[in-house]
């Protein structure tokens, strides 16, 4: 009996440290593949910085940009989690001259959480509590949940594999990015009918996103960064019912007298052509250039890239 109570002491220490040690030593081991929050606050400056979801990792691709530029990106990245993360890193001295804001309205209608738990591996202890604050918040989070989930059972499988973890998925990243290497084939129009929708329940945005919003163009003024908000395009059948396009109507207006810009498809501008709205021109009905309705596939990432390239010269 004794030695029961003895060995779930030593067991209950040995966790304990483990979980300590990970929580403040993992954004040192992310830090050393060319991805994450952390990798991006050791360059110390950056002149273009992307934050945003899996649809800026599947746009945005920076293997030919020349400018000092870096994506951070995480899978269901929302707003609340951004102006989290860009506190953290502005208050710690990055400094960045344009930010780019992945800009979906269905992303920003949700109640927030953190859907990529890989965010907290690559995250300084200080941004870790930030955001389990933040989940606590929520009048339907249980504490001890909240922890286990974030804090205590987050990138343990990562952190005891990282030797093996880094060797593999090193190569595939460039500047936070996709590397070069990495392809992701189009669809056929029957592929893209045959997947599930991805128009959202509501038709307007939850109220914490939209402070979030807001704040992210906040803290932009406060530390004298350009911040632009900007849709990557969209398969034609999210603008089927309406409701993007009445949500894109709310997110604009959100940004107006902000000194934000924002930049998004024709197809979803709809008639929300308002000041500081750049809208472009983009094929919305061409599965080849789409891996699903919401992320491009890599030779649709190529002509996105062409097409900002194209506005930035205008």
């Known amino acids: 009996m004794k030695f029961s109570v003895k ?18 030593y993992s954004c040192d081991l ?32 920076l293997y030919d940009d020349p400018s000092d530029s870096f994506l951070i990106y995480y899978n269901g990245l929302d707003p609340v989690a951004e102006s989290l993360i860009l506190e953290y890193m502005f208050s710690n001295g990055l400094k960045v001259k344009n930010l780019y ?27 870790k509590l930030s955001v389990l604050c933040q989940a606590l918040r929520n009048p339907e989070a249980e504490v001890i949940p909240a922890v286990w989930e974030l804090l205590i059972h987050s ?10 973890y880094s060797r593999l998925a090193g190569g595939r990243y460039y500047r936070g990015g996709y590397s070069r290497d990495t392809y ?9 009918a045959a997947m599930p929708g991805q128009q959202s329940e509501s038709a307007s945005l939850n109220p914490e996103q939209k402070r979030a919003i807001t704040r992210i ?12 908000f900007l849709e990557t395009p969209k398969y034609s059948a999210m603008f089927e019912g309406g409701k993007y396009r009445e949500m894109m109507g709310e997110y604009l207006g959100l ?4 000194g934000a810009e924002a930049v998004v498809s ?33 030779e649709g990432s190529r002509k996105f890239m062409e097409v900002l390239r194209g506005m930035e010269g205008e």
């Open 101 to 127: 804001v992945d800009l979906f309205p269905s992303t920003a209608a949700k109640v927030s959480w953190l859907y990529d738990k890989r965010m907290m591996f690559d995250a300084p202890l200080g941004l």
């Open 184 to 192: 992701n084939r189009g669809r056929t129009r029957g592929e893209l």
């Open 266 to 298: 024709e197809a979803a501008a709809g008639g929300n052509v308002r000041l500081g709205v750049s809208v472009y021109d983009f094929p919305n009905d061409d599965p080849a250039l789409y891996e699903d309705y919401i992320h491009l596939s890599t």
């Open 30 to 61: 992310s830090a050393q593949i060319d991805k994450g929050i952390y990798r991006a606050m050791k360059k110390g400056s950056i002149e273009n910085l992307y934050i945003g979801s899996s649809m800026f990792r599947k746009g945005i691709t």
């Open 155 to 164: 990138g343990n499988d990562m952190f005891i594999l990282w030797p093996l």
């Open 255 to 258: 940004l107006e007298g902000s």
């Open 7 to 24: 060995a779930f002491v030593l067991g209950v220490i040995i966790s304990a440290v483990f979980v300590s040690v990970k929580n403040v």
């Open 217 to 228: 163009a906040e803290l932009c003024g406060e530390y004298g960064v350009n911040v632009v």
